[in-house]
């Protein structure tokens, strides 16, 4: 079973840097340019800076080798006490209380901790998702430049008896130690767990129990080579590699919030309605719709979900056209290869397997190549792409928490941004120091 153990984080000064709001970020690969500049402009600590230290100080890019250039950074911000160590091990709970874009309010609360590493098929850390390995390669180079982990992975577990919440009580009463807004509005607090009884029982909780990567296959995959590298050089010399910040949230508490990802086809010649008959309608009941922007997300958000296997196409021009299967069991027989069941009963896997390839041209090597697809969490910014030239945009449903621990616990995994945990975890609240073993 996984080794959660405490360590001792690398947190700002907020007496030398202002508002913890100034120098956080969102996690690198959401961000678009202007974001990136618009993070790079409100403080010169910002810890974009480092996770993505692309930009000079007047916005323009950072030519040669920026990874280099964001660990001799790092350095120097610990050097000056910019950046500084906590005193002794510790946990770290996290809260996030946070609105949904229908205006439900929620609450997540999580630990961040150091994971031991561990390969997918020892069980003992679990994935959904497949990866691709260009962006392993930019974190890698990241890792090697700083030896830290600048974010946290971000994972779940199972406990129906609630143990670390009661743990966290006491320690969720008193004031936080770093308390974010973040630019949409959700808050994120951050407490120090450094107490002794406090730290075993949280340390007992994680010892009997698998942990799933919501998100991070990347950086988890990524933190394994680098752990093989350091060995490689290195040996048995104990160092933090060997281990992986995350945070881990309980699946049982209802905190946890999977909204949907939505696929733009960028280019070709979108299908008409008829061409999409011929092409899934053995599977699937054709609907075309001239609806409006706001009459056709309404009625998305009400109808395309896992229960009915539903999804919507946007061709332009206010034309939608609904695919609502006609036999679900029907449509799961015809998925092709070698999955567990979990995985070829969800919709996205639908999508990729059939509706991709026979209605859009799109097969597993064109998906697999990258290019063909981009992933939108926001379906009002794809459909302005398909009214600007961009092919279609479709409009998937978000599988539950409970659908990718099925996934997980069976070893298979869903296609590639088939989840959106939200909101995301906030970079630069605390960082790990991998020169440093965990727990010490």
Known sequence: MPEFLPFRGIRYDLSKVGEASRVVAPPYDILSDEEVRELYRRSPYNIIRIDLGKLEEDGERLQGDWHGRAGERLRQWRARGILVDEPQPAYYALRQRYTLPGGERKELVGLIGCCRLSPFDHGEVLAHEHTF?????????????????????????????KRVSRILEPVLAGPPAVSVRDDEGQEHDLWVVTGREAIEEIRAVFADRPLFIADGHHRYETALAYKEEREEAEGTRPGGWTHVMMFAANLDEGGMTVLPTHRLIKAGQPPDPGALEEAVGAWYRVEARRMGRAEALAFARAHVDEASGRLGCYLGRDLWVWLTPKDREGLVAEIPGAMAPAVKALTVTALHELVLPRAFGIGKEAQAAGGAIDYLRDAGQGLEQVDQGAAALIYVPAPAPKHILDVALAGDVMPHKSTYFYPKLLTGLVLNDLERPAGI
């Open 133 to 161: 390995a260009k962006p392993k390669e930019d974190r890698l180079q990241l890792m090697r430049a700083t030896a830290a982990n600048i974010s946290q992975i971000y994972a779940f577990y199972s406990d129906p008896e």
